[in-house]
């Protein structure tokens, strides 16, 4: 299994664009996360989904957040208008059952500029 | 509210030093305590512990949960400077699906 892949694995746009990011879970793993790392606040978890569902979305910082999962194989997580103070590493991760291990993908450094 | 403190937040040791790190953590309905060792990219994990008193040992690391004391620490022998990352440890609970709260990190760095 190639784990989970995340897209772009770097993205810089100007103040105001629209991002999205990109995330294809492990095959077969019922849950789905969206974590923001910075160097101030750690990693902190936005959304997660179970079998396509979000559960939890009180980590989405604003309403310019916005996650779907349309599918069992692909989430997004778009910020629309994109500020400075969203710069960070985006992580998607994905795990197949409560108390396992949650495997990450490789993670989207976002700079807005 | 803090739920999950990772202690100490950064550690400079010279090669063939023994490192411990602790996290302790304040939640309702605790299910697991992960480690998981982060480098240039993702986290990746090292052990998950429920059951308290147990040790996991992988090579030259190791790590128990004490659920009396509400905390877990991650022991690194004969350390090496590839052993030179931020160290994440964090608690999953049971009315959260499988949600983690994860600390705050520990930045090791392993000088020669």
């Known amino acids: 299994d190639a784990g989970v892949i995340q897209s772009p694995r770097h993205e810089v746009t100007e103040m105001g664009q629209e991002v999205t990011l990109r995330c294809k879970p492990i095959?077969?793993?019922?849950?789905l996360f969206w974590y923001r790392q910075t160097m101030m606040r750690g990693l902190e978890l936005l959304i997660y989904f179970n079998n396509n569902v979000p559960i939890d979305d009180s980590g989405m910082p604003e309403d310019r957040f916005s996650a779907k999962m349309p599918n069992a194989s692909f989430s997004t997580l778009k910020i629309q208008p994109s500020e400075p103070r969203d710069s960070a590493v985006y992580f998607c991760?994905?795990?197949?059952?409560?108390?396992?291990?949650?495997?990450f993908g490789s993670g989207t450094r976002l700079t807005v500029v | 509210e803090d739920k999950v403190v990772q202690s100490p937040l950064s550690l400079v040791v010279h090669e063939g030093d023994t490192v411990t790190l602790n996290c302790s953590y304040e939640v309702t309905n605790f299910r697991s305590l992960l480690w998981y060792k982060q480098e240039k990219k993702a986290p990746t994990f090292l052990f998950m512990l429920?059951?308290?008193?147990i040790e996991k040992k992988s090579g030259r690391l190791s790590s128990i949960l004490d659920k009396k004391e509400l905390s877990s620490i991650l022991n690194i022998t004969a350390t090496q400077t590839g052993d030179s990352a931020i160290y994440l440890c964090a608690v999953g609970e049971n009315n959260a699906g499988n949600m983690l709260t994860f600390g705050g990190g520990t930045r090791l760095m392993v000088k020669p």
């Open positions: 095959s077969g793993h019922d849950y």
């Open positions: 429920t059951s308290s008193g």
């Open positions: 991760a994905s795990s197949f059952s409560p108390g396992a291990g949650v495997a």
